[in-house]
């Protein structure tokens, strides 16, 4: 069984006009999910993330310096991409309660696996820094939630959104506990995510994608580095770090993935997952900014998850 997890309030996180980070990415992907194909998904509304679940993955500070900015009225710019909405506040915490509801679901048998259709998005939230559209960061925080309320030893977070995850990487820098391993597009924005970057425990798994490279390239990375790494690792849960921003039609960067190499690498993940941890794999949305590749994109993954 396949879960679904979204809620109203993700829509609610506004943006200045022609921002790419915008409430229709998500009606593009709810509008995908309520075709025929899709009529087997388990579906919940996403719970609200309390302060201190967030703070796992933050501190306490931050929580509240991102709760005292949201305005009742209009919009506040944090840096130059990313902004807060008199609804972003409840949008990120239902959008980080959400990838926590999903690890609930799926570690308590509920679920075989999940997909958390929210937004805002997470990867470049840093432990105390908002940026790149990100204000919690939502992967993190489902990863600190396995390890700290269900006890998991291990965890991995693997990021095929096109950009690089610096939020992810710099909230786990020093955990051992949680192999974070990301396929980007180098150079594009924020700029980490060399090979070189590799933590405090080498748990940390680069492996920079050139402009203008395709699915064959993702095969290659995953196949020769990040699976092998996967499966050295051994962890107890995977969260996938789901940006569909590598897709050709993506305006923000220049890969060239088609809808069906994103189901590749997740049957590819299922696999491993099934032979690791029961097949337990929770993935949560990050970028993705065509409104039809990210649909289509988001649609072929999620149908994947569901042939489990
Ligand atoms: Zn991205």
């Known amino acids: 069984m396949t879960l679904y ?32 194909p899709f009529a087997g998904l388990q579906r919940m ?12 993955a933050h501190t306490a500070a931050y929580v509240a310096d ?13 840096d130059v991409d990313t902004t807060l909405s008199p609804g972003s506040y409840e949008a990120a915490l239902r959008a980080a309660g959400g990838a926590v509801q999903a690890v ?19 990867h470049h939230a840093e432990r105390e820094k908002a940026m790149g ?12 939630h396995a390890r700290e309320v269900h006890g998991l030893d291990r965890v991995c977070i693997f990021d095929w959104d096109v950009h690089h995850g610096n939020g992810t990487q710099d909230i786990f820098w020093n955990d051992a506990s949680v192999l974070y391993c990301s396929t980007h597009e180098m150079p594009l924005y924020p700029g980490t995510g060399s090979r070189a970057e590799r933590g405090e425990h080498d748990t940390i798994v680069n492996v920079p994608l050139a402009a203008g490279d395709d699915g064959a390239a993702l095969r290659e990375a995953c196949d020769v580095v990040i699976f092998p790494r996967i499966a050295a690792f051994r962890p107890d849960l995977i969260i996938l770090s789901a940006g569909f921003d590598a897709h050709w039609r993506d305006p923000l ?18 696999a491993i997952a099934a032979r690791l941890c029961e097949g337990r794999i929770v993935s949560i949305l990050e970028g993705g900014y065509d409104l039809e590749g990210l649909a289509c994109s988001a649609a072929t993954h999620v149908a994947a998850l569901m042939e489990a």
């Open 66 to 78: 991102i709760a005292g900015q949201t305005p009742d009225a209009g919009l506040v710019q944090i």
């Open 104 to 122: 609930d679901e799926v570690l308590q048998g509920r679920a075989r696996n999940a997909f958390c259709g929210v937004r805002p998005p997470g």
């Open 5 to 36: 997890i979204t809620h109203p309030a993700c829509l609610e996180h506004r943006v200045p006009a022609g921002h790419p980070e915008r409430p229709d990415r998500l009606r593009a992907v709810e509008a995908a999910l309520a075709t025929p």
């Open 133 to 144: 559209f990100c204000l919690f960061n939502n992967a993190a925080i489902a990863a600190r």
């Open 253 to 270: 960067a220049s890969l060239n993935f088609n809808e069906d190499d994103f189901a590749w690498a997740t049957r590819e993940i299922m």
């Open 45 to 56: 509304t996403a719970q609200r993330a309390s302060e201190e679940t967030v703070a796992r």
